[in-house]
């Protein structure tokens, strides 16, 4: 028995997805990844798992404390490492949890990769500049000096 319904799609320029090619439900959405992406706090998370897969909350809120402040680590003050270190905690952080951009271990306050990472890391390289040129400047200049 032959199947006429493919050669009516292709006479008509159907270029609806058959179900064998419907994205699997582990890809994230793009307006998710937009999402994910959305804030420049996350931004910037997101932009340390490119330089290390693995960050406690304290690194992070330093870091990301320098970078928005333009300084060196060092010279980051408590209270400005403080304020990060909230705002992560209870907001960025179970935001990208929710979405499986990475995983959180509350014990150790870790933060690792996890399964939709990959996805929003790719949507970050290829948005680069165009979403913020002083945010990926600051990451860039850091993962360059890791590689020479």
């Given at each position: 028995m032959s199947d006429d319904s493919d050669s009516r799609d292709e006479a008509r320029?159907?270029?609806?997805?058959?179900?064998?090619?419907?994205l699997?439900?582990?890809?994230?959405?793009?307006?998710?990844?937009?999402?994910?992406?959305?804030h420049p706090r996350r931004r910037y998370l997101c932009y340390t798992l490119l330089e290390d897969t693995e960050w406690t909350l304290t690194e992070l809120a330093t870091k990301i404390a320098a970078w928005e402040n333009d300084v060196p680590e060092h010279a980051v003050t408590n209270d400005r490492r403080e304020a990060v270190y909230v705002s992560l905690y209870h907001a960025h952080v179970p935001k990208l949890v929710d979405e499986g951009v990475i995983a959180f271990d509350e014990t150790t306050e870790t933060i690792t990769v996890a399964e939709h990472a990959e996805q929003v890391l790719a949507a970050l390289e290829g948005m680069g500049a165009s979403?913020?040129?002083?945010?990926?400047t600051h990451a860039r200049e850091e993962i360059d000096e890791r590689t020479e």
């Amino acid at each position: 028995m032959s199947d006429d319904s493919d050669s009516r799609d292709e006479a008509r320029g159907d270029a609806s997805p058959s179900p064998d090619e419907q994205l699997s439900p582990d890809v994230l959405e793009v307006e998710t990844v937009y999402e994910a992406l959305g804030h420049p706090r996350r931004r910037y998370l997101c932009y340390t798992l490119l330089e290390d897969t693995e960050w406690t909350l304290t690194e992070l809120a330093t870091k990301i404390a320098a970078w928005e402040n333009d300084v060196p680590e060092h010279a980051v003050t408590n209270d400005r490492r403080e304020a990060v270190y909230v705002s992560l905690y209870h907001a960025h952080v179970p935001k990208l949890v929710d979405e499986g951009v990475i995983a959180f271990d509350e014990t150790t306050e870790t933060i690792t990769v996890a399964e939709h990472a990959e996805q929003v890391l790719a949507a970050l390289e290829g948005m680069g500049a165009s979403l913020d040129a002083s945010q990926e400047t600051h990451a860039r200049e850091e993962i360059d000096e890791r590689t020479e």
